[in-house]
């Protein structure tokens, strides 16, 4: 049986050329040999796809590019919440002071509240890097009164009036 003949028996027309075929098979060969950096069917399939995916490619492109917008926007909106908090949070400690330095007394619940936002804002603060300023000195009155309370045992009770 010549090589024609063959191919003929197995369902191709008689155009198909030996060194056609052979070609073929052999970046099939070439294909599977893991020393070969070339991959001849893996370079046309990766080419081929990157032109049916042009388009796609394009879209996630664009997406990528709203995905970045929005996270810029939401790390400046948790910039900005921090930066709130923060300032609520100085607001809170110096009027609690101010209340206490004016003799209006305060619940053991009242400070251990402003004890722990005093905590948090000590610890944001050292975090970073910034400087405290007159907060500082409002913490240490606040912390020097609360002991004082606790030795007197003089916070204000359910019922009494500040």
């Known amino acids: 049986m010549t090589f024609n003949e063959f191919i003929a028996s197995i369902g191709f027309k008689s155009g198909v050329s030996f ?4 070609a073929f098979l052999m970046s099939i060969g070439i294909e599977i040999i893991p020393k070969v950096k070339w991959k ?3 370079s046309l399939l990766e080419w081929l796809g990157s032109k049916l995916n042009a388009e796609v490619y394009v879209k996630v492109d664009a997406l990528n590019k709203k995905v970045d917008t929005v996270q810029a926007e ?3 909106h948790i910039v900005d919440s921090e930066v709130q908090t923060l300032q609520e949070t100085r607001r809170d400690i110096l009027d609690f002071c101010n209340a206490c330095m004016n003799n209006r007394r305060h619940t053991k619940e009242q400070f251990d509240f402003v004890l722990m936002q005093c905590d948090s ?3 944001y603060i050292e975090t970073n890097k ?6 500082s000195a409002a913490i240490k009155e606040i912390r020097r009164l609360n ?3 606790i ?4 916070f204000l009770k359910e019922g009494e009036e500040s």
């Open 74 to 76: 939401l790390q400046k």
């Open 147 to 149: 002991d004082k309370c």
């Open 40 to 42: 001849p069917w893996s």
């Open 121 to 123: 804002y000590e610890k």
């Open 19 to 22: 060194w056609g075929v052979m």
């Open 151 to 154: 030795q007197e045992n003089s």
């Open 130 to 135: 910034l400087k405290n300023g007159i907060v």
